[in-house]
């Protein structure tokens, strides 16, 4: 008798050659896969389930959970706040200038470079990039950092410090800064660890002035042991007031000074959008008052003297803090008869009452113009940052 022996091949498919390479001591590669997994979109998230439930590694199936809720997000941005910028370009040897001015039209943003030959030679391959992976992907190749200012991009020679990148659609969350803080007095000396990280999004995007909101919740820090690294803040620290940049928004944390790198950072992004934002005209001639869902606008005196003029609104429908978060610009406009927009400005209130002051004196006002957000998104993103260097 003939015995044949059939060997069944277990045949890995692309997919699961990623989820393996996620245990990787390399965090490059880690990376790397992370990023391939996560544009898959979101038809493989069933089977990403169904993977996640057979592995025991913990790191490992965190790690899959975040890629898991990026791909999700991006599903969910991309129908909440439309297209996201992207680039697609094939360049090697290719001179800087001629580079940045084909993805600045890719972008729809300005693109300036600063102390960087414009003639300087570059490869850079990007298939399909969003903006902030088109942006850091240019940087790394001419060895160079950006500004996202208020009107444009700029960038600078010399290269930002590297560290772990989360992308999704519109977003980039990122450490903006790690730094160690010494505290010298006579006899003694101290060190604190403070740890800043930060969500970025397009310019085309409206937070909400929402000052009262932590814009992220930083649920854990661990260090290089895999053990708590979080502190409470140092007694002689103050107040931390940190420098914000445009389209950005930070939160920091204390860190034990002795606490060994690098450091995974864990955490939730919290941020309202405004997605559906009016502008609300209120005459200034007959009736003053203007009704817009469930809020309702009255204009209850409107002055004009030698030094500029002054606007005084009650609003209903909404607090005060709310207020804040849908009132566009933190102004209101008002409306001539000539054609021209005055901007004013906050300058305090009573209740929902509230005083604007315009630096000009206005003739011929006929209305006022509220920018106001009827609803906002909720930008929850989970996020997990690896191999954080300690400073």
């Known amino acids: 008798m003939r015995l044949v022996l059939i060997a069944a091949l277990l045949i890995l498919t692309p997919q699961d050659a990623l989820i393996d390479k996620l245990a990787s001591d390399s965090i490059e590669e880690r990376d790397a896969a992370s990023a391939e997994l996560e ?12 993977a996640r439930e057979k592995l025991t590694d913990a790191e490992v199936r965190a790690r899959l959970d975040a890629i898991i809720s990026t791909i999700g997000k991006r599903a969910e941005f991309s129908k909440v706040f439309g297209a996201t910028k992207r680039a697609t370009i094939a360049a090697k040897g290719r001179a800087i200038g001629e580079i940045t001015t084909e993805l600045a039209t890719s972008l729809g943003e300005t693109i300036e470079l600063e102390g960087i030959d414009a003639k300087k030679a570059v490869d850079l391959v990007l298939k399909n990039a969003t903006l902030w992976e088109s942006l850091d992907a240019l940087a790394k190749a001419a060895n160079a950092h950006y500004d996202y200012g208020e009107t444009k ?5 010399g290269a930002a410090p590297a560290g772990p990148v989360l992308y999704a659609e519109q977003f980039r969350v990122s450490i903006a800064e790690f730094t160690r803080i010494d505290c010298r007095s006579a006899g003694s000396s101290e060190q604190a660890l403070i740890l800043v990280a930060e969500i970025r999004h397009q310019r085309n995007l409206k937070p909400a002035g929402d000052a009262f909101r932590a814009p992220m919740k ?14 409470a803040a140092p007694s002689w620290t103050g107040t931390t007031m940190l420098n914000g940049r ?18 995974t950072i864990q955490g939730t992004t919290d941020v309202l959008f405004a997605v559906d934002i009016k ?3 209120v005459p200034l001639d007959g009736a003053k008052m203007r009704t817009e869902g469930a809020f309702s606008f009255t204009i209850d005196g409107f002055t004009t003297a030698d030094n500029g003029s002054t606007l005084t609104m009650t609003v ?11 009132l566009q610009d933190r102004g209101i406009i008002i409306a001539s008869e000539d054609g021209g927009s005055h901007v004013g400005h906050f300058r305090g209130g009573a209740g929902m009452t509230f005083t604007f002051v315009f630096p000009t004196v206005i003739k011929g006002a006929k209305s006022v113009v509220i920018r106001w957000a009827m609803d906002f998104h909720r930008v929850q993103l989970p996020f997990r940052l690896e191999g954080i260097k300690a400073p």
Do not use: M, N
Not at 39 to 50: A, Q
Not at 153 to 157: D, L
Not at 254 to 262: E, H, I, Q, V
């Open 279 to 281: 502008e609300i005209r």
């Open 153 to 157: 991009v700029v960038f600078r020679a």
């Open 218 to 231: 930083i649920e854990a820090v661990k260090d290089a042991k895999g053990e708590d690294a979080l502190s």
């Open 246 to 263: 445009p389209f950005a928004q930070q939160e920091h944390v204390y860190l034990r000074p002795d606490a060994p790198g690098p450091f």
């Open 39 to 50: 544009r898959l979109g979101v038809g493989v998230i069933p089977s990403l389930k169904k």
């Open 316 to 326: 209903a429908g909404t607090d005060h803090r709310d207020f804040f978060a849908r």
